[in-house]
C-alpha cells in the first residue's frame, strides 16, 4: 500500500517532471523562432545508452532515441564538448535527420562533472554556426542543466 507521503512525493516529481519538459519546449520554441538560422532545436536527455529527444521545435524527426556512439549527438556527450559541424554532409558521422540540413551544432549540458544531455540545432545553412553561437549556447546548457538534470534523473527512475 502506498502511504500518503510516497503519493504526494510522486506527484510533486511528476508536476516537476512535466514542468521541466515543458519549459525546454518553450525554449526550443523561442530559440527557433528568434534565431533565422535555427532551423530545427532540440534538447535529448540522457537515458542508459541513449539519448532522448526530450523537446523540439521544427519537423518531426525519427531520431527521437540515438544510441550512445552513433552520430555528432553522442560525441558531444562523449567527450563533453561541443561539435560545431560547419558542413554535415561532408562527416559521415552525421545522422540525417532531415535533407536540407548544412550545419549542426551540438552543445552537451553538464551537471557537474556529468553530462545530462545536450542542446541540437541544425540549420539549412552552410557554415551557419560562430563562437558567438557557441558561447550563447554554452551559457545557455549551464542554464539549464538543472531542468534536465531533473528530466535525467526522472528516467533513471523510470528504469
Known amino acids: 500500500m502506498v502511504t500518503a507521503e510516497e503519493f504526494q512525493k510522486d506527484m510533486i516529481g511528476e508536476i516537476a517532471y512535466n514542468s521541466a519538459v515543458s519549459t525546454l519546449k518553450e525554449v526550443c520554441d523561442l530559440l527557433s523562432e528568434r534565431n533565422p538560422k535555427f532551423n530545427w532545436t ?8 541513449y539519448l532522448i529527444l526530450s523537446a523540439f521545435h ?23 564538448r561541443t561539435v560545431n559541424e560547419k558542413d554535415v554532409k561532408s562527416n559521415n558521422e552525421y545522422l540525417a535527420c532531415f535533407v536540407s540540413t548544412n ?32 558561447a550563447f549556447l554554452e551559457e545557455l546548457s549551464s542554464s539549464l542543466a538543472p531542468l534536465v538534470k531533473l528530466i535525467y534523473d526522472h528516467y533513471a527512475q523510470q528504469a
Open 58 to 80: 521544427g519537423e518531426a524527426t525519427e531520431h527521437t532515441r540515438i544510441r550512445i556512439g552513433e552520430g555528432l549527438c553522442s560525441l558531444a556527450i562523449s567527450e563533453k
Open 103 to 134: 550545419s549542426e551544432i551540438v552543445v552537451p549540458v553538464k551537471y557537474g562533472d556529468l553530462a545530462v544531455g545536450e542542446i541540437d540545432i541544425d540549420s539549412d545553412t552552410r557554415n551557419a554556426f560562430d563562437s558567438d553561437d557557441e
Open 42 to 49: 532540440g534538447i535529448y536527455v540522457v537515458s542508459g545508452d
